[in-house]
């Protein structure tokens, strides 16, 4: 059977680095033996700036991150590629899994935002401003806090290179801000790795608003797979069940177009049960 998939999260190469693991074969979510029996399979991969570190020191662990996923690359490359845009993509054979590349949480820009150019011409395609708490740039979804100038010159910069900004861990007053640059220049943001907040009360998932003003953009939404997710704050585990919810509430806010998958793989302890 001919079986498609294009992700929009996932935190592998920083588990990789982290653990010792290599791309081909390995104890985590992802690896290309894992998806060997997919004719087609793309994911996002970003690249977590740890947040136990100094934003220079979080710039410098990019660059390791990076170099050793592009080397695992390498290493692989009859088995994948990284992809710079839909025509890398759309010209690679059957069974080569692409990788497009991410940076969660910007702050490794420091107050150099002339860093975006760089981590650009290194593959950089898709990029996130937080994580959590405050920034540099801005407030994540654990704040209430906007956009810094910075934060505002970073999104600036990042459109006119023609990346993508993720907004899945923005405060709700940078999601308002960038969406509302998005639309004056007619851009589309997503959110890479949510769920409903209708469904699952949580600080990290979208109102309806929130899915609607990325949808008007043209922008995507990926399910996530987190427990706490899809379940809000309760320690149940979830099922498939639960993400079939959150599904079916955003297809009902006209989103078929802009439902997809961000399951968080590598980033989250477990996957829901069957």
């Known amino acids: 059977m001919d079986y498609k998939l294009f992700d929009l999260h996932c935190d592998t190469p920083y588990r990789m680095i982290k653990e010792n693991q290599m791309l081909r074969k390995n104890q985590l979510h992802i690896a290309l033996d894992k998806a060997s029996y997919l004719s087609r399979y793309a994911q996002i991969a970003a690249i ?60 490794i820009l420091g107050s150099n935002v ?8 290194a593959g950089i395609r898709f990029i996130s401003l937080n994580w959590a708490g405050e920034n540099i740039l801005g407030g994540g979804y654990d704040t209430n806090s906007p956009l ?57 998932n979208l109102t309806d608003s929130q899915f609607t003003k990325i949808k008007q953009s043209g922008g995507i939404v990926g399910i996530s797979l987190a427990n706490s997710h899809l379940c809000g704050k309760s320690a149940a585990r979830a099922k498939i069940d639960d993400i079939v919810s959150h ?13 997809c998958l961000g399951c968080d793989f590598d980033g989250i302890e477990s996957t829901p049960e069957n």
């Open 48 to 107: 977590w700036s740890d947040c136990e570190l100094s934003d220079n020191d979080a710039y410098l662990a990019f660059w390791r991150i990076l170099n050793n996923f592009k080397r695992e690359i390498e290493t692989n490359r009859q088995r994948a590629a990284i992809c710079r845009s839909y025509d890398d993509f759309a010209q690679l054979p059957d069974g080569v899994a692409a990788f497009f590349l991410a940076v969660e949480d910007a702050r």
């Open 247 to 259: 599904i079916e509430y955003f297809l009902g806010l006209d989103g078929q177009h802009t439902v």
């Open 114 to 121: 002339e860093r975006i150019r760089e981590i650009y011409d």
């Open 148 to 204: 810094t100038h910075i934060g505002r010159s970073v999104v600036k910069t990042a459109f006119d290179l023609g990346m993508v900004i993720d907004v899945s861990h923005s405060s709700a007053k940078v999601i308002d801000e960038i969406a509302e640059m998005a639309a004056a220049i007619k851009r589309p943001i997503i959110a890479s790795h949510s769920d409903c907040n209708s469904i699952a009360v949580h600080p990290r």
